[in-house]
C-alpha cells in the first residue's frame, strides 16, 4: 500500500475528534492539576516554614582544640576569620555562629585575622577578659599559670570590655602599635609593671597610661608579639624564667633549673631552625651555665 493510499480522516473531523478527546479528559485533568496545586501548597505551607525553623534552631555545637606542646595550628572559622594557635593553646569555635555574637575562647596564645562584621561582634573570652573586636589583626597571649594576659594590635581595633581608664568611664579601646599586659592578682587586675616584667625593653616603651587592671603602651614591638607565627622565638631583655616557659612549649620539653638565681638571667636573641639543643647550647653559653638532658627533661645548673 502507498502512503498516499492511506486512509486518513478529513482535517474537519480530525478537528472535531481531537475535540471529542478534550472534553472527555479535561475533567481528569483539572483533578490531576488541582491535586497538584494542593500538594504544592501544603509543602510550602507547612514543611518549608517547619524545615526553615528547624534549621534556625539547630543548637551550636563546639569545637575544642588543644595544640600539644612542640606544635601549632591554624584554624578558619565559618565568618572566614583565621586564626593561628601556638603551641599548649586550647581553642573553642562553634560550628556556626548564631545569633548578634561570634564568641569564641583561648587559653594560651592565638593570633586572630577577624573578618570584618559590624553587624555581627566578634568577641574572644579569655581568663575573665572580653575582648571585642572591630575587625583586626592582633595577638593575645594568656598565661594562665602567670596569670598575665597580654595583647597586641597590629591592624584595626579592639575593645577590652569591662577595663576602664583612670580617667575614663569608657572600655579601653587599643589602636594600632598598641600593647596591653594585664596581670591578675588574687582574682583582682592590677596595675603590672611591663618593664620589670622583661617583655619590652626601656627605649620600646613610652611613658604608659594607667589604668585599672594593666599597662597600655603605644608602642610595641610587633614583630617579636608575633614572630611565633613565622616559626620563629624571639627574646628581647627576656628573664629565663619567661624564656624557660617558652623553650618548654615550643620544643615540647621540661627545663629544671637547679639554682634559682639563674631564673634572673635575661636574654635577648631569636630561634627559628634551631633544634633543641643547639637554642640550650646558645643560652648556656650567653648564661654561663650547664644543661643535661634526659629525655624530654633537661636539667640545667650553673
Known sequence: MKISDAKTPPAGRRRRLFVKIQKRFLPYAAIFALAFILSWAIQKGISGPADRAMMAETPQQFNEILVPYGSKAKVKLPDQSTVWLNSGARFRYPDHFKGNLREVFLQGEGFFDVSKDNQHPFIVNSNGINIKVHGTKFNLMVNADDNIIETTLVEGAIEILGLKMIDKQSDVMMKPGEKLIIHKVNDQYQVHNILEAGLLLPEEATKPVKIKGGNLYEKANIELAT????????????????????????YGVTIVVKDPEILDYSFTGTFEKQTFEQAMNALSKAASCKFRIEKNNVIVSK
Open 227 to 250: 614572630a611565633w607565627t613565622e616559626n620563629k622565638l624571639m627574646f628581647s631583655n627576656e628573664r629565663f624564667s619567661s624564656v624557660k616557659t617558652k623553650l618548654e612549649r615550643w
